[in-house]
Structure formats: structure tokens, C-alpha cells
């Protein structure tokens, strides 16, 4: 796949194509491009900036984006070196036992869609996603159906790491289209350092008229909440991962371990060190 003009490209044969290259800072694209197809794209090092019709997305390691036929798209590599793979398919690469298990069906394709990975979950999407990168140098007359079965794989587990947001947004039990976005915005960007101004902006009100909506309709606070899906996060990690406290904190969106420590206490009634020796105990 070329990266080109400000228009529709259709370069790709066969419409289920996967390559993975390394781009240097400073790389620039040509212009913004559509397709006709899927794409996928997965930082596997790095961060980049991607750019689909107004909005603006900061991807680092471990993201991944599901871009929809027609949306213009464009990136840019302000950070640094970034590994970045990515992966076109044709809506008759996806299985409809695929699409049934996707968090909203086949409305889970109709927009961009950011993945945030971590722990087991990365290892497994990206394992298969190593899978069809192997299949698509090697090419010979079982690839193309082994990459189509690998992309079932890649995209159920991508709905699995999904779904855990999901499941926390269905946790507010609320149906007001602001709240909803709000809780989706928290959930995509809860490792970012993202302010209550921020949230406002993407429910579409005033920080304050937000704030009084979101208490009103959820029982709390959307900074409440805010820290509430970085500690459910958290605590997956410090079961899936040998990383340090502090490590996750960060990688959380903590500043302040000591606060960390403090609110993961109080949310789960043990510190952070204590809970991963317990479901250590229970998993033996």
C-alpha cells in the first residue's frame, strides 16, 4: 500500500494484505488517502500521530486503530522512530461469527475504533498478527486462507481487550448520549493525561454543566469514574504482568504512585503488592 494523495488508493490486489515497516522521525506522507477496504493499524513500537477526517489521535506501543472503509486518514511521526504494522481487509474477509461476537456487531466497523492493549492481551493480538505477516512473505497456495483465519483470531482478541471497556462503560448505566461519550472518551484515553476540560470537549458540554450531568446520571463524578477505570486496569496488570508498581501506575495514567497506592487500597481494600500476591495464590 502506497501512502499517497488526498484520495481514494487502490494499490492492493488482494484486498487481505498485512506489512509492518519502521518509520524514522520526521517521515512525512504525501497527503491524506481513503481506500475502499479496512485498515488496521498497530504501533508495535513508538508512538505516531494518526489523523482520520477531523480528529487526532496519538497512538504509542501497544495501540491500535481500526480505520473504516472512506475515512481519510493521514500520519505523521513527531516522536520518534515507530515500528508500525498495518492490516486491509475487504468486508467479506470478516466471518459473521466474527461480527456477532464484535462489542456492538457490525456497528463495531462503522467507525474508527481505538484498542488499547496491555499485558496478555497485547501478546496475543500481536502474536497473530505476527501469524499474517509470516503468511504474507511466505505466499504459497495456504496463505491466503491462513491469514483469513488469523484475522478472525487478531480481531476476536482485539474485541476481547474491547469488551473489558466496554463492560466498564456499561457499569455507569446510563444512556445519555453526552455521559456516553464522556465514559468512551475516559475509557480510550484513561493512560493519557487528560484533563476534565478534555472530557468536556468530547461529551460536547461545559466542563461544569458535564460534571452536574454525569453525578446526576451515574452517581458519580467523571473524574471519579476517570479513576476508576485506571485502577480496573491497573489490577489486570498487576495479574498479567511481572511489571513494577510504579510501572503500571504510570502506564495507567498515575503521576503519583503513593497515590496510586492510596486510591487502589481504598478501591479494592488491599494494596496494589498484597492483591497481585493474592490472585498469584489463586492461579497456582
Known sequence: ????????????????????????????MKGHHC???FEVFCVESGACRLLINEEIFDLKEGEIMLIPPMFLHYTRYFFGACRRSVVFFAAEDLERKTIDEMPDG?????????VRLTGEEKEQVFRWLAEML?????????????KHLCLQAFLLN???????????????RSRNPHVVKAARFIAAHFAENIAARDIAAASGLSTNYLSRLF??????GPHEYLVFIRLQHAAQELVSTNDSITEIA???GFSDSNYFKDAFKNRFG???????KQHEKTSV
Do not use: W
Not at 1 to 28: C, F, H, P, Q, W
Not at 215 to 220: A, D, F, K, L, V
Not at 271 to 276: D, E, K, V
Open 106 to 114: 457490525i456497528e463495531f466497523f462503522r467507525e474508527p475504533r481505538l
Open 158 to 172: 482485539c474485541a476481547r481487550a474491547t469488551g473489558v471497556q466496554e463492560e466498564h462503560t456499561e457499569f455507569l
Open 1 to 28: 500500500m502506497k501512502e499517497g494523495k488526498a484520495n481514494t488508493t487502490e494499490e492492493i490486489g488482494d484486498m487481505l494484505y498485512v506489512e509492518s515497516v519502521e518509520r524514522d522521525a520526521g517521515y512525512v
Open 215 to 220: 453525578r446526576e446520571r451515574t452517581g458519580i
Open 35 to 37: 481506500h475502499r477496504f
Open 270 to 276: 488491599t494494596g496494589p503488592r498484597a492483591y497481585r
Open 134 to 146: 509470516r503468511e504474507e512473505h511466505r505466499r504459497d497456495r495456504h496463505s491466503r486462507t491462513i
Open 250 to 252: 504510570f502506564r495507567c
